[in-house]
């Protein structure tokens, strides 16, 4: 057992630390989630020709760095703490998973090294009901010949209004619940779909609404297990729930950071507010909630490497995605919280950042399902005796 | 980053489990999850037999070095004893503060006269031992200790008098281990010294504090010019708060994960209450059962972090949480309890007061957020030492 960062991974989180200090700015941040697109192609340029992050979980037969989820974890903290704006989750957490756990080996040798070379993608599976387990998927598929007609409407879709590559998830129709569920991967321009931006409170986080008639796809964009999709499509879930608890990590513990730092300049009564015990304790809360948050993202990362090895520990999976998304979860929102409180005014300003953070938070705790839906989720698995799904 | 212990290590779990099956059985099946917290005072002949039990099987003191008798167990292979002690329902240890404080104190700071004295009386499960600390005007702010040590040249003896309060497990102890103030006119940690003192002797009373389950782990113990031989004091007069406060990075969180195992074991007993009396179909029932749930999971990993010794150069920040997460979690676990039982929490096991498991706990738990350094005083820690922020004026 070596619960900690080997020298490689504190290599990997420090770089990327320090090249997101340097592009994914206050000034940055704000420049990109002003416009529609949500970021800018000028630094996506650079993540992935330069830094090659986009590559970093994509095994090396399809050109990718080989490595596994922890270094992924490691990096996306950092993303979640300097608030980056770039189609990284979308494309590696959404659409990168999807492919590696659901694609046909013919689609992973295409799409992944397309990946690799910069192509950005996501992932839509939600309809309209607001749910995130099974029966949130409401795009109906009728087969057709070899392929498949698609329609209805997906929503809430990170990114869907730019990614060059979708992954959509469909259901037979009068199919319920974890049955009749096919996943297909396709080009946006596929006639018949229709892209819409949702303008979004937290602007760091682009979302979109999917809109698809009549649109014919064939049978190569078929994915693994047509009609019995669901245990795929579980998994992918749970990663990506895994990378967003981490970008809540990092969330949380700038939350902290930028808090305490304040703190210890502004002087009221003669004195920095941070001398006082009432604030002090409040602190020290939001830093049990960082550590605690950092000990379930850890192990849920650990865990999500050995579901991606198929090895035994993965069966863990849901659990581990669940504990880690229900906890980080509530913990950001607490800690951006209670962080505009301790800023006082300012932190009621669109100045200061913390407010941003506090968006984020609730955008994140939203998305993939919110503290209660998590808890509900090991409810069923403790209580009923059933295994999370 | 990897979870799994090695081949190594799980040899050594199947040993330990193994000799446990063989032995926790018997004349000494009664005492099985016995004498935890809130069940201290329980089974002490019983319990006392056990420490030698463990003794002939060379399972007391295993971090220690061999040549002190220990097995120089790895921090992995500590984690794994006191995870399969737990998980086989090994009574709670009598001899902890011996194995767990004591005898790492004289190992790291006493004499070798001190060593060969009485280290081997912790090690054969013979000598108890019980822990000197807090007084009625020294609880969190424990440096301000009144008992005083006067050195007594004719004698060659120290003559301690004062009165220390909290202290479990006086009457079964045969030692205890005292700060006391050997400059009269010091204050704070300045002037103190940290001694050896052995319990039965005319100076030494222990009266029993009745706690609020009705039972009285805890005592208060009166020193009226009690001896203390010149030879046992660890450390310089004047160095007792060092030699007190290296005592506290001794435990490094191998026992976390036996703890959790116990924790582990009442949540099990809470989820059962609940799915048999229905209170695990009230929504908000599920809710904080989950939530428990996840604290127990987050709790294990938090340890196996702060096992692995963290990141290079970084604070320890996950130990120094430690202790007001667990406390806070357990407290939430106790009314968690009674909300399940629902009105059955009421009612008792038998009169006067003989409180369930589960009642005992849920009261018990009410000085978790309080020993060992209360809530606030955590609080106050972290944001001081790993926050950086300005410390509390003192008086």
Redesign the interface.
Same mark, same amino acid.
């Given at each position: 057992?070596?619960?900690?960062?080997?020298?490689e991974?504190?290599m990997i989180r420090d770089t990327a630390q320090a090249f997101l200090a340097e592009v994914s700015t206050s000034a940055a941040v704000r420049a990109a989630m002003a416009t529609e697109l949500g970021y800018d192609p000028a630094l996506w340029s650079r993540i992935t020709g330069e830094m090659f992050w986009q590559a970093i979980h994509i095994p090396e037969q399809y050109g990718g760095m080989g490595l596994g989820y922890?270094e992924l974890v490691a990096m996306l903290e950092q993303m979640g703490r300097y608030l980056l704006c770039a189609p990284f989750y979308s494309t590696v957490c959404l659409a990168t998973n999807a492919l590696l756990i659901a694609g046909t080996e013919e689609q992973k040798e295409r799409y992944l090294p397309q990946i690799v070379g910069g192509t950005t993608a996501t992932l839509a599976y939600t309809g309209n009901s607001g749910g995130w387990d099974a029966s949130a998927v409401e795009l109906i598929c009728l087969a057709d010949g070899e392929g498949f007609t698609l329609n209805g409407s997906c929503r809430y879709i990170p990114d869907g209004h730019s990614a060059q590559l979708l992954v959509v998830a469909a259901r037979e129709q009068h199919s319920v619940g974890e049955q009749g569920i096919s996943l297909f991967v396709l080009a946006p321009d596929t006639a018949g779909i229709t892209r819409r931006w949702l303008p979004t409170m937290d602007q760091t986080r682009k979302q979109a609404e999917l809109q698809f008639d009549n649109v014919s796809v064939t049978a190569s964009a078929v994915m693994r297990s047509p009609g019995e999709a669901w245990p795929l499509l579980a998994t992918i879930i749970d990663l990506a729930t895994v990378a967003v608890a981490a970008d809540q990590l990092g969330g949380s513990q700038q939350a902290?950071d930028s808090t305490?730092q304040y703190?210890?300049e502004r002087v009221q009564f003669g004195?920095?507010i941070?001398?006082y015990?009432a604030?002090?304790?409040k602190?020290?809360?939001m830093?049990?909630k960082v550590?605690?948050s950092?000990?379930?993202v850890?192990?849920a990362?650990?865990?999500a490497d050995?579901t991606l090895q198929n090895s035994a520990?993965g069966v863990e999976l849901p659990?581990?995605a669940s504990?880690a998304k229900?906890?980080c979860s509530d913990a950001y929102f607490h800690n951006a919280g209670t962080g505009i409180q301790l800023h006082g005014g300012v932190g009621f300003t669109a100045e200061y950042d913390i407010q941003l953070y506090f968006k984020r938070a609730k955008s994140t705790e939203t998305f993939l399902g919110d503290g209660?839906f998590?808890?509900?989720?090991?409810?069923r698995q403790?209580?009923?005796g059933e295994t999370a799904a | 980053?990897?979870?799994?212990?090695?081949a190594q290590?799980e040899l050594f779990r199947e040993e330990i489990a193994l000799w446990l099956a063989d032995n926790l059985c018997g004349d000494f099946e009664q005492i099985r999850g016995r004498g935890g917290p809130g069940d201290e005072h329980m089974f002490v002949p019983e319990r006392s037999a056990w420490e030698r039990q463990l003794y002939t099987g060379g399972w007391t003191c295993i971090g220690w070095p061999v040549e002190h008798g220990g097995r120089g167990a790895s921090i992995?292979q500590q984690v794994i004893f006191h995870e399969e002690y737990a998980r086989a329902g090994g009574p709670g240890r009598i001899g902890h503060i011996g194995e767990t404080l004591a005898g790492p104190t004289i190992l790291a700071f006493g004499s070798e006269q001190q060593k060969q004295r009485f280290l081997p009386g912790i090690l054969r499960g013979e000598e108890f031992w019980c822990q000197g600390y807090s007084e009625p005007s020294a609880g969190s702010d424990l440096a301000n200790v009144k008992t005083k040590a006067q050195f007594d040249e004719q004698s060659d003896q120290w003559k301690i008098s004062g009165q220390k309060v909290w202290t479990s497990l006086a009457h079964e102890s045969q030692y205890c281990f005292v700060i006391a103030r050997t400059d009269p006119n010091s204050v704070g940690h300045r002037g103190l010294g940290f001694f050896l003192v052995a319990m039965d002797q005319p100076g030494i009373s222990v009266v029993p504090i009745e706690q609020l389950t009705g039972t009285c782990e805890f005592n208060e113990v009166f020193f009226d010019e009690a001896v203390c031989s010149a030879q046992d004091i660890v450390g310089a007069p004047g160095e007792g708060w060092k030699v007190a406060m290296g005592l506290l990075g001794f435990e490094r969180g191998v026992s976390t994960l036996g703890q959790q195992m116990l924790f582990r074991n009442e949540f099990d007993e809470i989820?059962a209450v609940?799915?048999k009396n229905g209170a695990?179909k009230n929504?908000a029932i599920?809710?904080r059962?989950?939530?428990a749930?996840?604290g127990l999971?987050?709790m294990r990993?938090?340890s196996? #972090?702060i096992?692995? %010794? %963290?990141?290079?150069g970084e604070l320890q920040?996950?130990a120094m949480?430690y202790k007001?997460?667990w406390a806070t979690w357990h407290r939430n676990l106790g009314k968690l309890a009674m909300d399940v039982l629902g009105p059955e929490s009421e009612i008792l096991d038998s009169g006067p007061y003989q409180l369930n498991r589960l009642q005992s706990m849920y009261l018990f738990t009410r000085s978790d957020t309080i020993y060992g350094g209360t809530n606030?005083i955590? #609080?106050?820690i972290?944001?001081?030492r790993?926050? %950086?922020?300005?410390r509390?004026p003192r008086g």
């Open positions: 057992m070596d619960f900690k960062f080997t020298e991974q504190e922890v902290l305490v703190l210890q004195r920095v941070a001398s015990q604030v002090k304790h602190a020290a809360d830093m049990v550590e605690a950092r000990s379930a850890y192990y990362a650990c865990i050995e520990l659990e581990a504990v229900a906890y209660a998590h808890r509900e989720r090991l409810a403790l209580l009923d | 980053m990897k979870l799994s212990f090695s290590d992995e989820v609940a799915k695990a929504p599920r809710q059962i989950a939530d749930y996840i999971k987050i990993a938090n196996m #972090r096992l692995s %010794g %963290g990141d290079s920040k996950e949480m007001l997460y606030q955590q #609080r106050n972290i944001a001081e790993a926050l %950086g922020m300005p509390e």
